[in-house]
């Protein structure tokens, strides 16, 4: 059993491996591609003997990529504040209070993760042309949010259900503390695992949107780095040094942000996706 055990342990490894350098390759090629000069036409699998980064600074000039990470921090971190405290303050008491009224809210919330979200763009897009918010941060983030609640809800409750005991706020009120303040102070901060999660979940899907982007955000002023790489990458096929150079800066802030928060990522998921 033992032999066994380690070798499907040894098979396992190997896979994830395999699995981990098939996913590498993808931005290993677009790291050498970006270091090299444009008329260096050797293997793209071959990594460069010098050292420039003249295509990154040509690429963010040229593609004004200032402007566009400004506008996707400013959406994506909007949304995600919205997401963490609007999510987290409706799953506590629906994953508390056991009625049948917020049994039927939950599942509602529940169904509407299998709805995929452009099923609405028509009248969504009209409604926000009637409103006069086209254009404009603020629909972006309340889209990005009305499209990622759902899942937020499901994935709070899930742990507030599974991990968080109820005896902690019930010392809480015999201490005389209200109920915003037994969550704000004694479930909130308990929640880290889960935010983790919801961040990184959110954060990549909200960054890497084009389909909402390219409909609400038209005018180049609020273009987000999806449609402003778009652009430049229809204006640049010929010169892939330059477009690899702004997709490789385009995906670092979301890889700096899952290193950062990758060990609550696990415990996070796991835990919130029980006792729905």
């Not at 990154?56 to 405290?85: C, K």
Request: with cysteine; proline share 4%.
């Amino acid at each position: 059993m033992n032999k066994l055990s380690k070798s499907k342990k040894t098979i396992l490894t190997i896979v994830a491996f395999i699995i981990c350098i098939i996913h590498i390759i993808p931005f290993y090629i677009l790291a050498t591609t970006s270091l090299k000069v444009s008329n260096d036409f050797s293997s793209r699998w071959l990594f460069p003997d010098y050292f420039t980064l003249e295509n990154f600074a040509r690429a963010w000039e040229r593609a004004n990529l200032t402007n566009a990470f400004m506008n996707s921090i400013i959406i994506t971190a909007g949304a995600a504040i919205l997401l963490i405290l609007v999510g987290s303050m409706a799953a506590y008491p629906l994953a508390r209070v056991k009625t049948r009224l917020n049994k039927v809210v939950y599942y509602i919330f529940i169904s509407i993760m299998v709805i995929p979200p452009l099923t609405a763009l028509v009248p969504l897009y009209q409604l926000v042309v009637n409103m006069g918010m086209v254009n404009t941060h603020e629909i972006a983030i309340f889209n990005n949010v009305a499209a990622y609640l759902p899942l937020t809800i499901f994935l709070y409750a899930g742990f507030i259900r599974s991990t968080i005991p109820k005896e902690l706020e019930e010392a809480a009120k015999i201490d005389g503390a209200s109920t915003l303040g037994i969550f704000f102070r004694v479930i909130f901060p308990l929640l880290k695992p889960v935010t983790a999660t919801v961040l990184i979940i959110s954060c990549v899907f909200i960054w890497n949107d084009y389909q909402f982007a390219i409909f609400f955000l038209q005018d180049k002023s609020v273009h987000t780095l999806t449609v402003t790489l778009a652009s430049f990458f229809g204006e640049n096929q010929n010169n892939l040094n330059l477009v690899a150079a702004a997709a490789l800066m385009a995906s670092l802030p979301m890889i700096v942000l899952f290193l950062i928060l990758q060990k609550y990522f696990i415990a996070g998921l796991s835990s919130g996706s029980v006792k729905g």
